[in-house]
């Protein structure tokens, strides 16, 4: 079992950048697909990104494609969200989300059945 703490939410600017880690803590960080969601006020929670156990492959849902950046250093056992020029549309909690499970189809990694493990969430906002 693992557990995920957010970090590095916080208001920001229109056009601004942060980066938001996930610490995971527990054995075998390694053995975890590692997800990437958010939530905004009366918003269903959705798919921001997602990336494999090693990070070879990684997606985006097509709202931040090109804005923001998954990573992983597996070493640290922490994930990245690396997210640049922020919209006001993009104020939501943000949440880190873990899996063991080999799915034989990709598109559980983009919803969030596919987790069995969550972060508390970290407050990100964007004002215009």
């Known amino acids: 079992q693992v557990q995920l703490v957010e970090s590095g939410g916080g208001l920001v600017q229109a056009g601004g950048s942060l980066r938001l880690s996930c610490a995971a803590s527990?054995?075998?960080?390694?053995?975890?697909?590692m997800g990437w969601f958010r939530q905004a006020p009366g918003k269903a929670r959705e798919f921001v990104a997602r990336t494999s156990k090693r990070g070879l492959t990684t997606d985006y849902a097509d709202s931040v494609k090109g804005r923001f950046t998954m990573s992983r250093d597996n070493a640290k056992s922490t994930v990245y969200l690396q997210m640049t020029s922020l919209k006001p549309e993009d104020t939501a909690v943000y949440y880190c989300a873990g899996s063991t499970t080999t799915y034989f189809s990709d598109t559980y990694y983009y919803t969030a059945r596919g987790y069995d493990y969550w972060g508390q969430g970290t407050q990100v906002t964007v004002s215009s």
């Open positions: 527990g054995r075998s960080f390694s053995a975890y697909y």
